[in-house]
């Protein structure tokens, strides 16, 4: 059975939801994979580093809880995020814990993971790459990647430029493996279209920060519901890469939206997880263009619910 199949048979919907700094938590994750999509979260949300043997050994109890109350329940396995990239100190520490873990998917960023894809390799995990270009996707199946996730334009947090349409279809030449797609995807019918262009998963971040298990802070939750596609603005100011924001935050931080200067790329604030990324992320808050379809904060369960009733609706009308 190929890998695809595998995390299907293990799912209702196939949607992955987006490791989101500081939103995502072991309640959310556990919520997600008990509805029956992947749920994920950063290693670096976990804080101090101790915390996350404590964070894992959450989910898989609350998820080993849910198949044994309901052994039919389709209950998803879960991921972590790995960010690759020198000023993350916490990488081998990280890795090395969700190794002895046993963590049956890692998705990772920025540069190829050579040593996440080894270290998941000699215990059966898998690795999935964000990548926003054919330059990048050919660098992570070079480094032995199971799959990537082409971060598409409209993607909330670090996004790329590129249109789904070309950029699935140029790594499709190439790449049969299972491919995952992002970009303002917060609908079952997006699901759905995302697979007929050649996705295998559709990823899904902006869609769970409405929801009553995310860690966002109730306005940040709020914000998203009464925000519109024209409320996003792409910037590299606040990390040194460029990603989705709300315009409101970035208003409510005493800056104009509309005249941000550009950052330093070489000095990078969000992947060691110290005192400046925390504020640059809590202050201005990420989300992607497809914020104009959600307009109520929901638990998990029910938003996956209107996600498949949604998917089974476009599937209908074709």
Known sequence: MSLVDTLNAQMRLPVIGAPMFILSNPELVVAQCTAGVVGSFPALNARPASALDDWLSRIESGLAAAREADPEAPIAPYAV??????????????????VDHRVP?????????????????????????????????????????????????????????????????????????????????????????????????????????????????????????ESTASDIVYSNLFTGVHGNYLRGSIAAAGLNPDDLPEADKSHMSFASGGESASKAWKDIWGAGQGVGTIDEIQPVADIVARLVAEYAGARARL
Not at 81 to 98: A, E, F, K, P, Y
Not at 156 to 177: K, Q
């Open 81 to 98: 995020n790995q960010i690759v990239h020198g000023s993350n100190d916490r990488l081998d520490h990280d890795l090395g814990v969700c």
């Open 105 to 225: 998917l890692m998705i990772t960023s920025l540069r190829p993971p050579g040593e996440v894809v080894a270290a998941a390799r000699d215990y059966g995990g898998h690795v999935f790459h964000d990548v926003i270009s054919v330059r990048h996707a050919e660098k992570a199946i070079e480094a032995g990647v199971d799959g990537l996730i082409v971060v598409c334009a409209g993607a909330g947090g670090h996004a790329g430029t590129l249109s789904p349409f070309a950029l699935v279809s140029e790594i499709r030449r190439f790449w049969d493996g299972p491919l995952v797609l992002s970009g303002a995807i917060t609908r079952g019918e997006h699901v759905l279209a995302a697979r007929a262009m050649g996705a295998d998963f559709a990823y899904m971040g902006t869609r769970f920060i409405a929801s009553r298990e995310a860690g966002a802070v109730e306005d940040y939750k709020r914000m998203v519901t």
